[in-house]
């Protein structure tokens, strides 16, 4: 004990501060724009009424080297007439490209990325990078965890770079088993995987782990956080059974100095622990045994055993506009129901404020939510169970979410489009004009916006190609940009 006290101790001396406010307001740093996961880009340019002048500018040329399942993210230096869009690819290439042209600025090749003959099961190949890195607008470096092909076999590396020149930061990259090793854990990352958006706060870099597709050998869900300043410092929280991988593309949502997350089933768990939940704890990554800190279905077992699990999208903290901001979590599960917890008090197992059937089939992208009026609009990708035409082709569901005791949720409208790409949705102010953007990944694959309080069709692109599912587009003050395997798209409005 002594000896976490005065690991502890070191780690909050360098990150004792929180991040001061970004003077590059209109810089997209992490996935879907906030660390709340929000998706709530705020354009003010972008009205109802221009959404329908938006169009793919054909002048961008942004050539990317192997498949793109990251979102990029856009960084506009202090001082600076343009920004810069980053995108980090399954080749374990990441690249910076001018965001006005296309141009690239650099690029850092971080190692060879592991082939799929070399791991035990998945469906990425090769694995490289898979998770959306995340931009410390403080010191300019940006952050991100690869799998490479080492002698010694796949390993799970974190890399800090700068975003000046791509130049590796000193100290990086940590080897996250060998650091786990000091510290007296084990880590195989043969069979972990990493696809989760990173998060920055207090100075730590967070990164969670699950395993591969087809859920094969010992994983477990990690979650570890690595100081910025002095990467020989770490934390970390792993799930007790096996399994209970932290799988979405949305990753860690952060409220406060509150961590939130969501894994996975686990295996032979006769007892719960700790999948299929949704777990709060601090920077310190420190499990709490109050049930005001995990939630979990009361019928988890069911769920381990019919892979139908809470950890395939992130948990989505809400502030109901019209309830004197009550304080909610919201949960989407792979089992088709969304979960209102209490964000004060997760309620332990089956302590939920309300649940709903609410989708025909998994939910396994990133939601995205804006107010409308008194309520929370939240929008996602599966057919909805209530869309008013359940076979017209709705792969995209809204549900709004009002303040009470208990709080209600009823689906608000329903969009047609074939895909699974995240939503996202921009406000001219937060709150008014909001659009839902929708990708149509590995299905349609056009881009495709809603009004956001009907669901009134307001664009859909031409097909775009190499689309992948964990896929979600970001939105800059001028433009859209959209990431595929081989480009990025622009698109001006």
């Known amino acids: ?98 965001a006005t042209t296309g141009k690239e600025l650099w690029r850092r090749v971080v190692g060879r990325p592991v082939a799929g003959s070399s791991l035990p099961c998945g469906n990425i190949n090769p694995l490289g990078i898979t998770g959306t890195p995340v931009i410390d607008p403080t010191t300019e470096a940006i952050y991100f965890d690869a799998a490479v092909e080492r002698p010694n076999g796949p390993r799970h590396e974190l890399f800090g770079l700068s975003l000046k020149d791509g130049s590796v930061l000193s100290g990086w990259p940590i080897d996250i088993a060998d650091a786990l090793r000091r510290s007296g854990r084990h880590f195989d990352p043969r069979i972990q995987n990493q696809r989760s958006a990173l998060t920055l706060l207090d100075g730590i870099v967070y990164v969670a782990f699950g395993g591969h597709f087809g859920d094969c050998e010992n994983y477990h869900g990690w979650v570890i956080g690595i100081v910025a300043h002095d990467p020989s410092k770490l934390v970390s929280f792993e799930t007790r059974a096996r399994g209970g991988g932290i799988w979405s593309p949305g990753g860690l949502s952060v409220v406060g100095h509150d961590i939130f997350f969501a894994t996975g089933n686990t295996f032979g768990a006769n007892k719960w622990s700790d999948g299929e939940a949704v777990f709060r704890i601090g920077t310190d990554l420190r499990r709490s045994e109050s049930s005001r800190d995990y939630f979990a279905p009361s019928d988890w077992k069911g769920l381990d055993s019919q892979d139908a699990d809470l950890g395939g999208t992130n948990p989505l903290p809400l502030t109901i506009p019209g309830s004197g901001g009550q304080a909610l979590m919201l949960a989407l599960g792979k089992d088709r129901k969304a979960y209102l ?30 107010p409308v009026g008194e309520e929370i609009f939240v929008a996602f990708q599966a057919p909805g169970l209530h869309c008013p035409q359940p076979d017209a082709g709705h792969g995209l569901t809204v549900l709004k979410i009002a303040g009470g005791s208990p709080p209600t949720m009823a689906t608000a409208w329903c969009g047609a489009l074939r895909g699974r790409g995240s939503a996202i949705a921009t406000t001219t102010d937060g709150h008014s004009n909001p659009i839902v953007w929708a990708l149509g990944a590995e299905g349609d694959n056009r881009l495709h916006a809603f009004r956001g309080d009907t669901g009134e069709p307001l664009f859909v692109s031409e097909p775009l190609s190499g689309l992948r599912h964990l896929q979600s587009l970001i939105a800059t003050q001028d433009r859209l940009y959209v990431g595929g395997d081989g480009r990025i798209y622009a698109f001006n409005f």
């Not at 997760?346 to 939510?369: D, F, H, K, N, Y």
């Open 341 to 370: 917890l209490d964000r004060n008090d997760l309620g332990g197992i089956g302590g939920q404020l309300a649940v709903e059937a609410v989708s025909t089939m998994r939910i396994i992208t990133a939601p995205t939510a804006y």
């Open 1 to 98: 004990m002594r000896a976490r006290a005065a690991l502890m101790a070191g780690i909050f001396a360098l990150a004792i501060s929180p991040l001061p406010a970004i003077a590059q307001d209109h810089s997209v740093l992490t996935y879907h724009g906030d660390d709340s996961r929000s998706g709530n880009f705020v354009v003010s340019a972008l009205s109802w009424e221009k959404a329908g002048s938006v169009h793919l500018d054909r002048m961008f040329d942004a050539r990317i080297a192997g498949a793109l399942y990251a979102q990029p993210l856009y960084w506009h230096p202090s001082g600076s007439n343009t920004g810069m869009l980053i995108v980090a690819s399954e080749d374990d290439i990441v690249q910076s490209f001018d």
